[in-house]
């Protein structure tokens, strides 16, 4: 058992322990209360500003509204007066308006009633004057007429034949100096295309190599040119022969590029064909080049002096179409100067009123319309038109200058050897077996061959068959038969021929 002193101070111990956690517990408490209190302020604080500072938002809104209200009503009271003001105009308008038309209403009838009383004064002196001379105002008219017409009728007569004999004379004298002297300074002879061409070969030997074996150097030549070769004419020279002189000196050139190579195979030929398109090319463009030269007509598009140009490789009767308007160009200018019309559209219509033939053959139309459209695509002035296109008389003449290019023409083309007609029209039945094969689908070329006994169609592989080539070659004939008159027979060579090509590298 424990001492009472022990018990005591154990008692007395936990007592004072218990105070002091009971004082500690009372502090912590205070320091919470204390706390809290703190917070409760710094949150009241913190709303009041924000209370403060919405209230001056809202005042500063309040009043910015306010003073947009009152531009806006002042803004609406400045519009409904402008719109009163204009209110006001209208109306002092109308009525001004209104007067006129009365006034204007006035005046009308007033000089209607003036328009009757000068009528019916008319009616009565016209009756007066039919009372006094016992005559109708048509019997008097008839009756003054007929007097005049015998006392002056004879004297007319003379003096209109007169001067119509005088006239006529004079017209006509000036007529033919005005045509004798543009006849003499520009009537030469000029030499008109042929249908072959000649290539001088340097020996006997070139002819087998350019024949190849069994013959197939000549039919690649025939067929990438359309052009025959004809061998065995002479031992000195090649002969070419086509009605198309541009295919026909495409072909000189090629064969003459060959036989200066002396590679002789078709994929040469092939080769050599294709440089030869690109100098003739050339060659038509110094053709037009030059005719314009000649022809003194300046300011014409590139494009149009390489058309122009085609005009040296095509003939009409015989005649070189290119030189036959330039011929046309010089008389046009002569005659324009002795009547006194413009000589540089007299010049340049003259130049141009052939250049439809040219792509007369591709184009549908006769080479009038498809001149114009040529013109009217480089920008041609409408006064060289309307002088080219009367030439035959398809379009009225409008201006002197058509009249003249008409007599210019007729001058250029009807003197003595300046065409043959004859040639003409085999040429254009050669044009015309062509036509036929290549405005069907899948033909991608045709040429006319031997004189027109032959021609030869090139199809594309991927469009036509062999079989639809068969059909094709009998509709070609069919269509030769039904649309052409020729001698003898026309035979049709179809080629469907593929290539194929690769590189080893």
Same mark, same amino acid.
């Given at each position: 058992?424990?001492?009472?002193?022990?018990?005591?101070?154990?008692?007395?111990?936990?007592?004072?322990?218990?105070?002091?956690?009971?004082?500690?517990?009372?502090?912590?408490?205070?320091?919470?209360?204390?706390?809290?209190?703190?917070?409760?302020?710094?949150?009241?604080?913190?709303? *009041? =500003?924000?209370? @403060? &500072?919405?209230? !001056?938002?809202?005042?500063? /809104?309040?009043? #910015?509204? $306010?003073?947009?209200? %009152?531009?806006?009503?002042?803004?609406?009271?400045?519009?409904?007066?402008?719109?009163?003001?204009?209110?006001?105009?209208?109306?002092?308008?109308?009525?001004?308006?209104?007067?006129?038309?009365?006034?204007?209403?006035?005046?009308?009838?007033?000089?209607?009633?003036?328009?009757?009383?000068?009528?019916?004064?008319?009616?009565?002196?016209?009756?007066?004057?039919?009372?006094?001379?016992? *005559? =109708?105002?048509? @019997? &008097?008219?008839? !009756?003054?007429?007929?007097? /005049?017409?015998? #006392?002056? $009728?004879?004297?007319? %007569?003379?003096?209109?034949?007169?001067?119509?004999?005088?006239?006529?004379?004079?017209?006509?004298?000036?007529?033919?100096?005005?045509?004798?002297?543009?006849?003499?300074?520009?009537?030469?002879?000029?030499?008109?295309?042929?249908?072959?061409?000649?290539?001088?070969?340097?020996?006997?030997?070139?002819?087998?190599?350019?024949?190849?074996?069994?013959?197939?150097?000549?039919?690649?030549?025939?067929?990438?040119?359309?052009?025959?070769?004809?061998?065995?004419?002479?031992?000195?020279?090649?002969?070419?022969?086509?009605?198309?002189?541009?295919?026909?000196?495409?072909?000189?050139?090629?064969?003459?590029?060959?036989?200066?190579?002396?590679?002789?195979?078709?994929?040469?030929?092939?080769?050599?064909?294709?440089?030869?398109?690109?100098?003739?090319?050339?060659?038509?463009?110094?053709?037009?080049?030059?005719?314009?030269?000649?022809?003194?007509?300046?300011?014409?598009?590139?494009?149009?002096?390489?058309?122009?140009?085609?005009?040296?490789?095509?003939?009409?009767?015989?005649?070189?179409?290119?030189?036959?308007?330039?011929?046309?160009?010089?008389?046009?200018?002569?005659?324009?100067?002795?009547?006194?019309?413009?000589?540089?559209?007299?010049?340049?219509?003259?130049?141009?009123?052939?250049?439809?033939?040219?792509?007369?053959?591709?184009?549908?139309?006769?080479?009038?319309?498809?001149?114009?459209?040529?013109?009217?695509?480089?920008?041609?002035?409408?006064?060289?038109?309307?002088?080219?296109?009367?030439?035959?008389?398809?379009?009225?003449?409008?201006?002197?200058?058509?009249?003249?290019?008409?007599?210019?023409?007729?001058?250029?083309?009807?003197?003595?050897?300046?065409?043959?007609?004859?040639?003409?029209?085999?040429?254009?039945?050669?044009?015309?077996?062509?036509?036929?094969?290549?405005?069907?689908?899948?033909?991608?070329?045709?040429?006319?061959?031997?004189?027109?006994?032959?021609?030869?169609?090139?199809?594309?592989?991927?469009?036509?068959?062999?079989?639809?080539?068969?059909?094709?070659?009998?509709?070609?004939?069919?269509?030769?038969?039904?649309?052409?008159?020729?001698?003898?027979?026309?035979?049709?060579?179809?080629?469907?021929?593929?290539?194929?090509?690769?590189?080893?590298?």
């Amino acid at each position: 058992m424990l001492p009472i002193e022990t018990i005591t101070a154990l008692f007395v111990g936990l007592v004072s322990g218990y105070w002091i956690y009971h004082l500690y517990l009372n502090s912590k408490k205070n320091s919470l209360e204390l706390w809290l209190k703190e917070n409760e302020l710094e949150a009241e604080k913190k709303a *009041l =500003s924000i209370i @403060e &500072a919405a209230e !001056k938002k809202s005042k500063t /809104i309040t009043t #910015e509204v $306010e003073a947009e209200k %009152k531009r806006q009503e002042q803004r609406l009271e400045q519009k409904e007066e402008h719109l009163s003001k204009r209110e006001d105009f209208l109306d002092n308008k109308q009525q001004e308006v209104d007067e006129q038309k009365k006034n204007i209403a006035s005046k009308i009838e007033e000089i209607r009633n003036i328009r009757n009383q000068l009528n019916e004064r008319s009616q009565k002196i016209d009756q007066e004057l039919e009372r006094v001379v016992s *005559l =109708s105002k048509e @019997e &008097a008219y008839q !009756k003054l007429i007929t007097s /005049i017409k015998q #006392e002056r $009728e004879n004297d007319l %007569k003379v003096l209109l034949n007169k001067l119509d004999d005088a006239n006529h004379n004079q017209y006509k004298e000036v007529a033919k100096n005005l045509l004798l002297a543009a006849i003499h300074r520009v009537g030469n002879s000029l030499p008109s295309d042929v249908m072959t061409s000649c290539v001088d070969i340097a020996s006997v030997d070139l002819k087998g190599k350019i024949i190849g074996k069994e013959g197939r150097n000549i039919k690649a030549f025939e067929r990438a040119t359309g052009v025959d070769l004809l061998i065995d004419e002479s031992p000195d020279y090649i002969v070419l022969s086509s009605f198309d002189p541009i295919r026909r000196e495409i072909a000189k050139v090629a064969l003459g590029s060959l036989l200066e190579d002396g590679r002789i195979q078709p994929s040469r030929i092939e080769e050599k064909v294709k440089e030869a398109r690109i100098q003739v090319s050339k060659t038509v463009k110094e053709m037009g080049e030059k005719a314009a030269y000649e022809a003194k007509v300046t300011n014409l598009h590139p494009d149009l002096l390489s058309i122009l140009g085609r005009l040296h490789f095509r003939t009409s009767y015989g005649q070189n179409v290119l030189w036959h308007s330039v011929e046309m160009a010089h008389l046009a200018s002569i005659i324009a100067e002795e009547i006194g019309a413009d000589v540089t559209i007299a010049r340049a219509g003259a130049l141009l009123h052939d250049i439809g033939k040219s792509v007369s053959h591709e184009v549908p139309g006769t080479h009038v319309e498809i001149g114009i459209k040529i013109l009217e695509k480089y920008n041609v002035s409408n006064s060289v038109i309307l002088a080219m296109r009367a030439h035959h008389e398809e379009y009225p003449y409008e201006t002197p200058e058509s009249i003249i290019v008409q007599v210019a023409d007729a001058i250029s083309g009807s003197r003595p050897g300046a065409r043959r007609d004859s040639l003409e029209r085999y040429i254009k039945r050669l044009s015309e077996l062509e036509n036929i094969a290549t405005r069907l689908e899948g033909v991608e070329k045709a040429f006319a061959l031997s004189a027109g006994r032959e021609i030869r169609v090139m199809i594309n592989p991927v469009v036509l068959n062999d079989f639809e080539a068969n059909e094709l070659a009998r509709k070609i004939a069919t269509d030769i038969e039904a649309e052409l008159r020729y001698p003898g027979e026309i035979k049709v060579h179809v080629i469907r021929e593929t290539r194929v090509i690769s590189y080893a590298r």
